[in-house]
């Protein structure tokens, strides 16, 4: 079955979910495809804390509800489901579903974010949900009391390290340089917490265990000393790869992002990008929820002038 609609956004994080709003408020059929639940990597926020008009911090679970629940309120619809292949045949996208169905629109936004990198040594893919993770918030209450490693230096890697240390005082934090490049508020906080250890130019080099993870193989970066210590869970944080299969052909950064100029357009007339998939030097819930704001707003105002309606 194939739908028509104004507006498709793909993926439901921040960006996604405040697009969806402001398509919705522009009186555009609005519909946002997501194919787990809507929020995106905010859902790993212990304390969402630097959200501006949140005096109190809150969950990452409550605010992605939050956001859902209001942009379903202006007329936005969630379908959960896979967008598996994305083409254009003139002035429509045709966005093609895992479940068979069809919807076309004539603007897109892809929001579909970034997902983890991994550390590329051994036994870190045969010890997955076995000891390794890359979500403190889902796997950290399982260790609750354990040592736990924590591996990177960016501002997911402080916030994750912080939420464990609430349920373990055997926190061992390490990052391959010799310091984070995390906000300065978060390092700060990571390194006068008395239950993170914190161990710069070291890297993991090997996970062993046997049926679940008992210990690491640990290098210094600056030495190539080797030593190996034991833990019960390795929580990884090292990076993202943007999310850009379905548009093989848009214009990228040198790291893969999606290119897109103020408007959020990118280089696909009738495209537009938002969140962690696109070139940004900072990537934060607050700067998505922008741009997704922007994306939209901007994707009406290209609507229009495809219909003729533009105000002019």
């Known amino acids: 079955m194939n739908r028509e609609v104004d507006l498709i ?31 995106g990597q905010a859902l790993l926020i212990d304390h969402l804390e630097n959200y501006p008009g949140y005096v109190e911090p809150k ?11 209001q942009a379903e309120k202006f007329g936005a619809e969630f379908v959960n489901d896979t967008v598996t292949k994305l083409e254009k045949q003139g002035n429509l ?16 936004i892809l929001a579909t974010g970034a997902k983890h990198r991994h550390l590329e040594v051994p036994g ?69 917490n008395k239950n993170i250890q914190v161990h710069f130019n070291t890297r993991i080099v090997e996970i062993k265990g046997d049926t679940k993870v008992r210990s690491v193989v640990l290098e210094q970066t600056d030495t190539g000393e080797r030593y190996e210590d034991n833990t ?3 929580f990884i944080f090292v990076g993202s790869i943007p999310q850009t299969d379905l548009v093989p052909e848009a214009e990228k950064d040198e790291a893969g992002y999606i290119v897109t100029n103020q ?12 969140g962690d998939v696109r070139s940004s030097p900072f990537r934060q819930v607050v700067v998505a929820a922008g741009e997704g704001a922007i ?18």
């Open 232 to 234: 019960e869970a390795v």
């Open 59 to 69: 969950s990452g679970f409550e605010f992605a509800q939050d956001m859902h629940r």
């Open 124 to 192: 870190e893919m045969e010890f997955q949900g076995r000891g390794v993770s890359y979500c403190g918030t889902c796997d950290g209450p399982f260790f609750k009391g354990k040592k736990m490693y924590v591996v990177g230096g960016g501002d997911a890697a402080c916030d994750e390290a912080q939420y464990l240390s609430n349920l373990s005082n055997q926190i061992v934090m390490i990052h391959r340089r010799d310091r984070f490049r995390a906000q300065k508020a978060l390092a700060d906080r990571v390194l006068h």
């Open 295 to 312: 994306a939209a707003h901007c994707a009406s105002q290209y609507i229009d002038e495809l219909r003729g309606e533009a105000y002019r």
């Open 9 to 39: 956004i793909i993926g439901a994080g921040a960006a996604g979910l405040t697009a969806a709003q402001y398509g919705a408020r522009a009186n555009l059929r609005t519909v946002m495809i997501e194919e787990m639940a809507p929020g």
């Open 263 to 274: 408007r959020m357009e990118t280089s696909i007339k009738g495209l537009f990008a938002a």
């Open 93 to 108: 996208f045709t966005a093609y579903l895992g479940s068979g169905d069809t919807m076309t629109a004539p603007a897109v």
